[in-house]
């Protein structure tokens, strides 16, 4: 019987999104959580590691990333192209899940609003099953669309590292399909994305 992975939560914060608040609130509502401290504390739920990676905006995370026992990673490099700069931030945290002897990781982006603890569960199990089918990682699916957290093994870790820098997170997720188990899921903030002001 194989060992359980060891899993390292990731979550991509180069976008100034991860600091509005989360849920969203009238400005008579009391301060609350943001969408960087809801993800961080989802994901403690599973993993007892969580990454943030973050590019110029180090410093304006940082007080948060700290405050909820995470730890931040700096992509100094961050692409003013949206798709490149997720790659390379991407693949910086995997490097260190990596460096910090794990071989799974939960990733999901700042500009995503926190699924469900259920679905993060569902996820999980999914995962278990598909690893024993030899696949690679489980991503979640609503009304056929992908979404985010992709939970990813060793083998999609190393195909996210070993692509070329130019890559996209989409082009190595479509050059490995078959490797791939998509989870259908009751839960639409599994593709919801905030990219408006």
């Not at 504390?41 to 995470?70: E, I, K, M, Q, T």
């Not at 700096?74 to 899940?97: H, K, T, W």
């Amino acid at each position: 019987m194989g060992r359980t992975p060891a899993f390292c939560g990731v979550i991509l914060a180069a976008d100034d999104i991860a600091q509005l608040p989360w849920p969203p609130r009238t400005t008579a509502s009391a301060p609350g959580d943001t969408f960087l401290s809801a993800a961080i504390r989802l994901f403690f739920s599973h993993v007892d590691v969580v990454l943030v990676v973050a590019g110029a905006n180090a410093d304006a995370l940082a007080p948060v990333v700290y405050a909820n026992g995470a730890s931040l990673v700096l992509n100094p490099d961050v692409n003013p192209d949206p798709a490149f700069s997720q790659f390379s931030s991407l693949r910086i945290g995997l490097r260190e899940v990596l460096n910090r002897g794990r071989d799974a990781a939960m990733i999901t982006l700042a500009d995503r609003p926190p699924v469900r603890m259920e679905t993060l569960a569902a996820l999980e199990s999914a995962f278990a099953h598909a690893t024993t089918q030899r696949k690679w990682a489980v991503v979640p699916e609503y009304q056929g669309k992908h979404g985010y957290p992709i939970l990813a093994a060793r083998d999609l870790i190393e195909a996210f590292l070993k692509a070329p820098e130019t890559s996209t997170v989409l082009a190595v997720e479509q050059a490995h399909s078959t490797e791939i188990a998509y989870i259908p899921v009751n839960d639409p903030l599994v593709k919801t994305e905030v990219d408006t002001p």
